[in-house]
């Protein structure tokens, strides 16, 4: 029962990021950064105009980069379950803790083991 309500769990997140990723594609076919950096001209605009755009180009990427990992867990926390080992920490074997899990499903390790390995 309790393996069921994290597949629903991780499920719901592994669509949620797909359907963002998918929107970020869209959005990067309708505008590239060469676009609207063209768009900017130095002589009717500020020069820190550029430099907030790339840092909001570089921001994005950042973040996309961050849906791609969490779904390769998702995805790894989803094998898991169907091979019966999800919840056990990768780094010491014990249980994850629940109240962890409620919040991160696709950790792979326990509080302990995390802050050690950060």
């Keep these: ?3 069921d309500y994290y597949y629903q769990k991780l499920k719901e997140m592994e669509k ?6 998918e929107g970020e594609v869209e959005e990067g076919e309708r505008s590239s950064l060469r676009k609207k950096i063209e768009e900017l001209s130095f002589y009717d605009n500020h020069p820190g105009d550029l430099g907030s755009e790339t840092f ?5 990427i950042s ?11 998702i995805k790894r926390a989803l094998a ?3 091979e019966g080992s999800f919840g056990i920490c990768e780094g010491c074997g014990e249980d994850i803790d629940r109240s962890r899990l409620e919040v991160l499903p696709f950790t ?10 950060e």
């Design 16 to 21: 949620e990021i797909i359907e963002s990723i």
């Design 63 to 73: 973040l996309h980069e961050k849906r791609l990992m969490d779904l390769k867990k």
């Design 56 to 60: 909001e180009r570089t921001k994005d």
């Design 1 to 3: 029962m309790e393996q």
């Design 80 to 82: 898991k379950i169907e």
């Design 108 to 117: 792979e390790y326990c509080i302990s083991c995390a802050e050690k390995k």
